[in-house]
């Protein structure tokens, strides 16, 4: 099964916008629109955030959206809140499978 | 309301077994894919399985093919994990989650995790 990469940590000020990055391969992130984005907070059960690459869930907060380029799936979070410092992993379907990535800590500073 | 409260998990030697269960409630439990993620201490999240609503379709991770079985009782609205063969880096919080639609893709909800521990 294949592996994603995603940057180990991603840090903003309050207010800025950050971009996490998804890279994956031709058989996943390049051979379907199936990326996922979750959200965890320390001790609790991971939340989806993003959807089919760029479709919010209700209730999530449109400062949050999603792109794809070629095998590259983006998260971008603006206008940064303290509430958004988390995990974030990117998932994608694969060949009858599911693969996540390692995981961005995001840190508001 | 969806809710999905796992049990079953504890502390278990290398080589023993262990079943998990996931109850659901909330919505029409046979409409959708039901999975398993786990996750180890400090990691990040692991797909492990999930089983299609309708079919008796599975799907395993290559690091527990052969060793767990996916199943579900659809009269009960629960989800299982029967694991075998336990080694200590099954050791993880095992979630349930809910499939958004009855194929292989995104989890829109997701319970508390269990806690499995392979240790002697």
């Known amino acids: 099964q294949s592996a994603l990469t995603q940057p180990a940590s991603v840090s903003g000020s309050p207010g800025q916008s950050i971009t996490i990055s998804c890279t994956g391969t031709s058989i996943d992130i390049g051979a379907y629109n199936f990326v996922s984005w979750y959200q965890q907070h320390p001790g609790k059960a991971p939340k989806l955030m993003i959807y089919d690459v760029r479709n919010r869930p209700s209730g999530v907060s449109n400062r949050f959206s999603g792109s794809k380029s070629g095998n590259t799936a983006s998260l971008t979070i603006s206008g940064l809140q303290a509430e958004d410092e988390a995990d974030y992993y990117c998932?994608?379907?694969?060949?009858?499978?599911?693969?996540f990535g390692p995981g961005t800590k995001v840190t508001v500073l | 309301e969806v809710q999905l409260l796992e049990s079953g998990g504890g502390l278990v030697q290398p080589g023993g077994s262990l079943r998990l269960s996931c109850a659901a409630s909330g919505f029409t439990f046979t409409t959708y894919a039901m999975t398993w993620v786990r996750q180890a201490p400090g990691k990040g999240l692991e797909w492990v399985s999930t089983?299609?609503?309708?079919?008796?379709?599975?799907y395993y991770a290559d690091s527990v093919k052969g060793r767990f079985t996916i199943s579900r009782d659809n009269s009960e609205n629960t989800l299982f994990l029967q694991m075998s063969s336990l080694r200590a880096e099954d050791t993880a919080v095992y979630y349930c989650?809910?499939?958004?639609?009855?194929?292989?893709?995104?989890?829109?909800?997701w319970g508390q995790g269990t806690l499995v521990t392979v240790s002697s």
């Open positions: 998932s994608s379907y694969t060949i009858s499978s599911i693969v």
């Open positions: 989650a809910k499939g958004a639609w009855n194929y292989l893709n995104y989890f829109d909800y």
């Open positions: 089983f299609i609503a309708s079919g008796g379709i599975s």
